[in-house]
Structures are given as C-alpha cells and as structure tokens.
Nanobody, 125 residues
Framework: QVQLVESGGGLVQAGGSLRLSCASSGRTFSTYAMGWFRQAPGQEREFVAAISWSGSSTYYADSVKGRFTISRDNAENTVYLQMNSLKPEDTAVYYC??????????????????WGKGTLVTVSS
C-alpha cells in the first residue's frame, strides 16, 4: 500500500511560480515511479508529468513542457513539481499518483492505483 499527501498549492498571479510536494508513505518510495495529474473544473483529469523510480527518466505533457519540472528525493520520500511561468489555464486541483511500477506502464489516470487527495492551484490573470 502507498499513501500520498500533496501540499504547496495556493493562489498565484500569472507568470508566477509554485512548488508542489507529494509525500509518500507505506511501500519503499524508491521502488516506483511517480506522476502528477491535474483536474480543472468541469474537465477530465489529465497527465502533467512523471518521473521514474530513480529519477533518471522524466515525462511531460506538451502543455507544461519547458515550464514545469518534476523531481524526487528518495531519501525524503517526496516528489516535487516546480511550476514556473504559470498561466490561468494551469488552474486545477493537482494530484500525485502511482501505478506502483518502476517506470510507469502508462500515464493514463485510469491506470493509477494510488492517489493523493489533491492540492488546489489557482492562477489569476
């Protein structure tokens, strides 16, 4: 079992930055990949970014590439999402999740086995 808790959300102006954190407990953190997803009001949950178990591989949605950076600290059992140059369309609840595999079999929301409860990011124009 894996328990995930997100933090770091808040209100920021367009062009600003936020760093989200996701703390994990339960199963050994360094044995599975981690992903970030988001869900805007009235929209489906979508993939944002992912990182492999060691941190050697990262993946990004085209909409955030070049602006967001995912990283992890296996000693601290935490994955981060650094979000820069934020836009109003980045407003959403952000979730961390994993399917428990080392690299992630696919990064579809339906494939994730464990989810946090989310943290709200609001970007004002």
């Amino acid at each position: 079992q894996v328990q995930l808790v997100e933090s770091g959300g808040g209100l920021v102006q367009a062009g600003g930055s936020l760093r989200l954190s996701c703390a994990s407990s339960g199963r050994t953190f360094s044995t599975y990949a981690m992903g970030w997803f988001r869900q805007a009001p009235g929209q489906e949950r979508e993939f944002v970014a992912a990182i492999s178990w060691s941190g050697s591989s990262t993946y990004y949605a085209d909409s955030v590439k070049g602006r967001f950076t995912i990283s992890r600290d296996n000693a601290e059992n935490t994955v981060y999402l650094q979000m820069n140059s934020l836009k109003p369309e980045d407003t959403a609840v952000y979730y961390c999740a994993t399917d428990g595999s080392r690299y992630g079999r696919s990064w579809s929301p339906t494939g994730m086995n464990y989810w946090g409860k989310g943290t709200l990011v609001t970007v004002s124009s």
